[in-house]
Structures are given as C-alpha cells and as structure tokens.
C-alpha cells in the first residue's frame, strides 16, 4: 500500500483582532512560535509537503519566525477570512496533484505529532474517505484531512462563503469518517489572551 502524498495545511494569514493585534503565528509555546511548532509538527510526522498561508503581518511573520521547511504563500486576500487563505492551500495542492491535505489553522498550535499520524494512518486505510477527524470523547478536533475529493467543494460550493470549510465536512455527500486519537490538545483554540494563558497552564 502506497503511502498518500499530502499537503499540510497551516493557515497563518488573520487579523488577531481578539488577539489584540499581536500576530498569533508569532505567539510562543515552549519556547517556539505557533507557526514554528506546526511546522515542526507535521515534519515529525512525516509530512514533507507543507504549506504556510500567510497574510496579516506577512513581512514581521517572514523575518521573526523560522519557515524554512515550509513553502509560504502569501494571501492577499486575507481580509476576506479563514476561507480565503483554506482556498490558497487547496491551489497548492491542486498544484502539486496531492492526494489530500490536512488543515491546521495556527489558532491550534498544540496539535501532537501522534494525532496527526493517526489522521494519516487512517486516510491509507481508507482511501475511499472525502474527510477524515481525530476525536476525543467523541468530539471532533484539528487537523481534520480533507482528500482531493473535497477540494472542488472548498473551492466552489455556495454553502462554503456562510460556513467555510465545515460546510463540506457536514455536507450530506461527504464521507467523513473519523479516529480517535484520545488527547485534548486537538481541542485547543487560541484566540484571545486569557485562552493563551490557560493553554500555557495546562499543557505547556
């Protein structure tokens, strides 16, 4: 069985507007930047393939943070929202004819090494899947894949502009499976100071 040929997904491009305006791949844990940790993640699972979107900030991003093992792509259309940089990354992976790509938008930088194993492990079992999302007591965490399937989906389904990438993971024709990983850290959104501090506290 031929391993999946895949991109991984970080998406680093927003505002930081709850965040005060300090960019958020520019916050540290553990010493590394958001931006920095993820990438480091996704290379220690094996993912060789992987994609920076960046917008906000773009220059201070480049010049303070290590992306050397990632090709950055630079979203001039940040503003737009989330959707616009995930629509970024599905181009690259068009571009390089990916099986799938795994999404990781840089407000979850504490997602581990082994959840995204598990992610990949399971899409080379199961190929046939359009999305696949670690869970943990049964809810559903980052970073989800989504196989080329869905990418004409990301790129052009109506129901994407309101829900954004969601709209395809819930969308009645979509096959979304799932594996359980079993690690809260999957959970961990960080988009204001006070849910920063709180991760720092609790899994740093």
């Not at 010049?63 to 929202?81: F, I, P, Q, W």
């Not at 959840?115 to 965490?141: K, L, M, Y």
């Amino acid at each position: 069985m031929s391993e999946p040929s895949l991109i991984g997904l970080i998406t680093a491009a927003g505002k930081s507007t709850r965040m005060g305006g300090f960019p958020k791949p520019l916050l540290t844990v553990e010493r590394d930047r958001f931006v920095e940790r993820l990438i480091a993640q996704y290379d220690r699972a094996g993912v060789e393939d992987i994609v920076v979107v960046l917008g906000h900030e773009a220059a201070e991003v480049r010049k303070r943070a290590d992306l050397s093992g990632a090709t950055v792509v630079e979203n001039e259309r940040y503003e737009d929202g989330m959707l616009s940089s995930v629509r970024e990354g599905v181009r690259e992976a068009q571009d390089r004819d990916a099986d799938g790509l795994l999404l990781s938008p840089v407000d979850y930088p504490l997602i581990p090494t082994h959840a995204i194993s598990a992610v990949i492990d399971a899409f080379s079992e199961q190929p046939a899947a359009d999305v696949i999302q670690p869970t943990t007591d049964g809810g559903r965490g980052h970073p989800p894949l989504f196989a080329a399937s869905t990418f004409d989906a990301l790129l052009h389904d109506p129901a994407t502009e309101t829900e954004g990438a969601r709209a395809v993971v819930y969308a009645d024709d979509t096959d979304t499976r799932e594996v359980a990983v079993d690690d809260e850290r999957i959970f961990v959104d960080i988009d204001t100071p006070e849910e920063y501090w709180d991760a720092v506290k609790r899994f740093a």
